[in-house]
């Protein structure tokens, strides 16, 4: 079957570690029933707060003439709603003082897509036969940007250093003593928070990376899904960042709104210009629903009060009683720890030593209705890193769940992580 494919189709045709997470995800939703404790996606919550703004808004374009047919029955520019574009830029203006306008930004199909226009427009292989990559400069990353190339493989990685905290708790830090940036790199790409971890990387640690991508004029790439100022699911200092050379993307996603899968891009006018070209392309337009829906907000400012005063307490409550669990369920005595939680929907737990590899507790898990993420999927970029034992002793769990589905996974992952110890 997979002669057919061509080496573009073989790589984006034949599975990946994002396809079985949403694959999990979307089932476990779908049919999973009461007995199956979904930790594994990211699925943001269910929020009542802002689940009831969203019917009122629905309910407003219902009762406004032709909203609907508009929103429905229209296409958008590629690049995106022009009144929804110029209320973004106006939003960052206002509050951040940037110097933007509508013509650095471009909206996509949600933020994967996003950065599979960037990373393949960016990196890979150039008409003078040079190839080019993206640095990652701290792994464990994103899963859903492993698979994303459409030729070689385009990304080059650096392991972290690892800062252990008390008993129980560590912090992953870019090790710029071993960072390199030479000419074969095309970015720098980073998430902040980080998707598995939570790690939210310092503002030193932000300007440090946007004074390299300078030096090498190249730009750097923070993907933003998960940070201020929406949805704001930060729970530390963070200032939201962008210049000339930073590509800053952003998602309707996490504040609420997966389904109407709207992604968001802020760079300079020529990269804006480039992925409103790829959108044509590949899509001709973008829905239209989840910026019809938000425009209104952002253009008021409401969206930044929904991020900072709704969506982001429920997060930090979610994530400690999370933790607190973890403390409670796991023996005091397992070489167990959680990454410092500063953001995102996920802790990550690191099992130093463990005789079997997460993919092997994955399955375990899953045998007792448990749905978690391997940590071995988010190491990737370099051949240091796929050798690294680390990478095989960690697992990503959301807390985005109820909290009996939350507290019965965590006890039973303790259980599992616990026999697993005992039987070596």
């Given at each position: 079957m997979s002669d057919q494919f061509s080496e573009f189709g073989k790589r984006l045709c034949m599975g990946s570690g994002i396809e079985e997470l949403m694959d999990d995800l979307g089932n476990a939703l779908a049919s999973g029933g009461p007995d199956v404790r979904m930790l594994g996606g990211g699925q943001p919550a269910h929020i009542p707060e802002v689940n009831a703004l969203w019917r009122r808004r629905l309910e407003e374009i219902m009762a406004s003439p032709g909203s609907l047919e508009k929103m429905l029955s229209n296409y958008d520019p590629p690049r995106g709603n022009p009144l929804f574009l110029d209320?973004?830029?106006?939003?960052?203006?206002?509050?951040?003082?940037?110097?933007?306008?509508?013509?650095?930004?471009?909206?996509t199909a949600g933020g994967q897509t996003a950065f599979f226009f960037l990373f393949n427009a960016l990196a890979g292989k150039f008409k003078d036969g040079s190839?080019?990559?993206i640095l990652l400069p701290l792994v464990p990353e994103y899963i859903g940007y492993a698979n994303q190339?459409?030729?070689?493989?385009?990304?080059?990685?650096?392991?972290?250093?690892?800062?252990?905290?008390?008993?129980?708790?560590?912090?992953?830090?870019?090790?710029?003593?071993?960072?390199?940036?030479?000419?074969?790199?095309a970015a720098i790409c980073v998430s902040r928070p980080t998707n598995p971890t939570g790690n939210v990387l310092t503002d030193n640690e932000i300007s440090?990376?946007?004074?390299?991508?300078?030096?090498?004029?190249?730009?750097?790439?923070?993907?933003?899904?998960?940070?201020?100022?929406?949805?704001?699911?930060?729970?530390?200092?963070?200032?939201?960042?962008?210049?000339?050379?930073?590509?800053?993307?952003?998602?309707?996603?996490k504040i609420g709104l997966p389904g109407t899968r709207t992604g968001i891009v802020i760079a300079s006018e020529e990269i804006a210009s480039a992925v409103s070209s790829m959108s044509a392309i590949v899509g001709l337009a973008n829905g239209n629903i989840g910026q019809a829906i938000m425009e209104p907000l952002i253009r008021s400012g409401e969206i930044l009060k929904l991020s900072s005063e709704v969506v982001r307490p429920y997060y930090v409550e979610k994530s400690r009683q999370?933790?607190?669990?973890?403390?409670?369920?796991?023996?005091?005595?397992?070489?167990?720890r959680v990454h410092l939680s500063e953001g995102a929907l996920f802790l990550w737990l690191w099992f130093e030593g463990m005789p079997i590899t997460s993919g092997e507790l994955y399955e375990r898990l899953k045998k007792r209705g448990v749905l978690i993420v391997s940590g071995h999927?988010?190491?990737?970029?370099?051949?240091?890193?796929?050798?690294?034992?680390?990478?095989?002793?960690?697992?990503?769990?959301?807390f985005t769940m109820d909290e009996r589905t939350v507290h019965e996974g965590i006890k039973i992952i303790a259980q599992e992580v616990a026999a697993a110890y005992a039987e070596a």
């Open positions: 209320s973004i830029a106006a939003l960052f203006r206002k509050n951040f003082g940037w110097d933007i306008s509508a013509k650095n930004i471009a909206i190839r080019k990559k190339s459409v030729g070689d493989d385009i990304f080059c990685a650096c392991k972290p250093l690892i800062q252990k905290i008390g008993d129980h708790d560590f912090k992953y830090r870019v090790d710029f003593e071993n960072l390199r940036v030479d000419d074969d790199i440090h990376l946007s004074d390299l991508a300078e030096k090498h004029d190249i730009p750097l790439i923070i993907d933003n899904a998960y940070g201020a100022p929406f949805p704001n699911i930060i729970f530390t200092e963070a200032t939201p960042v962008w210049n000339e050379h930073t590509i800053l993307t952003l998602s309707l996603s999370a933790r607190a669990w973890v403390a409670e369920e796991f023996d005091a005595e397992l070489p167990y999927y988010f190491f990737f970029g370099d051949d240091d890193v796929d050798a690294w034992p680390h990478r095989h002793e960690c697992i990503r769990m959301t």
